[in-house]
């Protein structure tokens, strides 16, 4: 039961990532009640059926990078860059430009 009420708020937290904005698993497992849950967060992403309409992409790591592989790496990256975030050469994203915190926008 606490497992599928912790899914259902970083549900609630992901759908309002705005559009051309990121946050981090951690931040979306503080902003979910669950500080140190960061893991879980990608874990409860992970399993997200496919076709889902929330904007899972928007979710990075702590260093501002994707932290997907192979395909799955290019298809989030691409989703990000059709919403105009930019990456550095070295494929990093800068969360100070476009991190997102739980603020309103």
């Not at 599928?4 to 981090?24: E, L, M, S, Y």
């Not at 503080?30 to 928007?58: N, T």
């Amino acid at each position: 039961m606490e497992q599928d009420n912790f899914r259902q708020r970083v549900f609630h937290v992901v759908a309002a990532i705005p559009w051309g904005k990121v946050t981090t698993y951690g931040e979306v497992a503080r902003l979910a009640g669950s500080a140190r849950a960061a893991r879980q967060v990608g874990g409860v992403l992970k399993k997200l059926p496919e076709g889902s309409s929330l904007p899972w992409h928007r979710v990075i790591n702590r260093h501002g990078e994707i932290s997907l592989t192979g395909p799955d790496y290019i298809r989030q990256r691409e989703a990000l860059r059709a919403e105009g975030v930019t990456f550095t050469r070295q494929g990093k994203i800068d969360l100070t430009r476009y991190g997102w915190q739980g603020e309103t926008p």
